[in-house]
């Protein structure tokens, strides 16, 4: 079965301070998708990022990196000189391909709520 | 262009109540999906829909819960004999389906706050 684990259930920086969003999964699927959703205090959630499973380069894309690493079946999120416009509650999530092939549900982690203050 | 759209934003319903409510997926997408959430959790996966088929149904709760989607577009999710227990919100997402099975992106609609009282 799948599961993914974000430890950190609330984080508070002060603004321009960098932040690390951990995330930790689990999965016997060797083809499988790793995803990073924002999710605002106005409730609607945004699709940020996603990873698969045999590309395990890190992405950069401009205050947001991911750090996607197997060995630790840790997929991390990095936000760099964080604003006041971060503060949120970040889901990671994980999809198997599975027996049925194209896509399939998601299962999320319980979010981290991140707050910046000014 | 549009995204997803969810109707009504807010309901409030009498427990023992039946439910309806709609998601309209962005223009071109056959999959779509339905979760639940619950305060201060991730969402929770309900069911899956292929075109007008509902390729995986493990997430319902009980058989008080059912989702249509006739013409391969708009879904309707139904939830019979309301219990409290019911209340969150309940978001609804469609994605692309991909040539070569890869799992797309999900994008998600704003959520339909269902409280039962």
């Known amino acids: 079965a799948q599961k993914v684990t974000q430890a950190q259930t609330e984080i508070s920086v002060v603004e321009k301070e960098d932040v690390t969003l951990d995330c930790v999964y689990e999965?016997?699927?060797?083809?499988?998708?790793l995803f990073w959703y924002k999710q605002p205090p106005s409730g609607e959630l945004v699709f940020l990022i996603r990873?698969?499973?045999?590309?395990?380069q890190n992405e950069i894309s401009g205050r947001y990196s991911w750090n996607f690493q197997k060995s630790t079946s840790s997929f991390n999120f990095t936000i760099t000189a964080s604003q006041v416009v971060d503060s949120a509650v970040y889901f990671c999530?994980?999809?198997?391909?599975?027996?049925?092939?194209?896509?399939?549900?998601?299962?999320f982690g319980k979010g981290i709520t991140l707050s910046v203050r000014p | 262009g549009a995204g997803v759209s969810q109707t009504p934003s807010n309901k409030v319903t009498e427990k023992g109540k039946y439910v309806e409510l709609r998601c309209d997926p962005i223009?071109?997408?056959?999959?779509l999906y339905w979760y639940r959430q619950s305060l201060g959790q991730g969402p929770e996966f309900l069911i899956y829909?292929?075109?007008?088929?509902?390729?995986?149904d493990s997430g319902l709760p009980n058989d008080r819960f059912f989702a249509v989607r006739p013409e391969g577009s708009v879904s309707t999710l139904k939830i019979q004999r309301t219990e409290r227990g019911d209340s969150a919100v309940y978001l609804c997402?469609?994605?692309?389906?991909?040539?070569?099975?890869?799992?797309?992106?999900?994008?998600f609609g704003p959520g339909t706050r269902l409280t039962v009282t």
């Open positions: 997402a469609s994605s692309l389906t991909g040539w070569d099975s890869s799992s797309y992106e999900q994008y």
């Open positions: 999965t016997r699927d060797t083809t499988y998708y």
């Open positions: 990873r698969n499973s045999f590309d395990e």
């Open positions: 999530a994980l999809s198997e391909r599975g027996i049925t092939g194209a896509n399939s549900k998601l299962t």
């Open positions: 223009s071109g997408h056959t999959a």
């Open positions: 829909f292929q075109g007008t088929g509902a390729a995986d």
